[in-house]
């Protein structure tokens, strides 16, 4: 069974504090493994898509790298904008996709 | 109108209503879903339409019916829900879905709750 698990489950940082996100995954062939932003009461927003190990992606103060097990979301000198939830999912060559329950990002002033 | 909409964005209704959710992508997409989003649980997929075709049920209930009448639109018909169906119900679209590894545009959900 494809799994996801994503930590922390909730992250306080200050601004201006770097850290990082992970979310690791077991699945039968992997495609895909996107990152999304979610805002509360708004559907998710697209960030990042990463296809094989060693692959690294950036925006602005947000790094995506990718192993063969874990993700990372890199969170470099935050600022309180970036507060959201942050979900990962994965999406396998048998065409099934599975989402993590997400990291929950507060940066304080 | 662009990206993707999603009306009602807040429903309330009791357990014997029927109740439609409307989605509509102004993408040009071929694909879209529903997924059920509930309180501590990760997101759900319930249903994916390619082409107006359903190519995917994860075994929802009988109680949620959905229907694509064009590439642009998708419906969720609602009867006979249970409290536990209160949840966040989002909309996405792709430009194929399938097998591909197409990036998902989401709508801004409707937020459901059953009496």
């Known amino acids: 069974e494809d799994q996801v698990t994503q930590s922390p489950e909730a992250l306080r940082l200050q601004e201006g504090e770097s850290s990082s996100l992970n979310c690791s995954y077991t699945v039968s062939g992997l495609r895909g493994l996107f990152w999304y932003r979610q805002d509360p009461g708004k559907g998710p927003e697209f960030l990042f898509t990463?296809?094989?190990a060693g692959e690294e992606k950036e925006k602005e103060r947000l790094k995506a790298t990718l192993t063969k097990k874990e993700s990372f979301l890199h969170i470099t000198a935050p600022k309180p904008e970036d507060s959201a939830t942050y979900l990962c999912a994965v999406h396998t060559n048998a065409g099934k996709s599975t989402f993590g329950d997400g990291t929950t990002l507060t940066v304080k002033p | 109108e662009t990206g993707v909409t999603q009306t009602p964005r807040h429903l309330v209704m009791g357990m014997t209503n029927k109740k439609s959710l409307k989605c509509e992508q102004h993408?040009?997409?071929?694909?879209m879903y529903w997924y059920k989003q509930s309180a501590k649980k990760p997101l759900e997929l319930m249903f994916v339409?390619?082409?107006?075709?359903?190519?995917e049920n994860n075994s929802v209930p009988s109680r949620f019916s959905p229907e694509c009448p064009n590439s642009s639109h998708l419906f969720l018909h609602l009867h006979t829900l249970q409290p536990e169906d209160s949840a966040l119900y989002l909309c996405?679209?792709?430009?194929?879905?399938?097998?591909?590894?197409?990036?998902?545009?989401f709508g801004p959900g409707t937020r459901l709750t059953v009496l």
């Open positions: 993408l040009g997409h071929n694909a």
């Open positions: 996405a679209s792709s430009q194929s879905g399938g097998r591909s590894t197409d990036t998902q545009y």
């Open positions: 339409y390619n082409f107006k075709e359903q190519t």
């Open positions: 990463l296809y094989s």
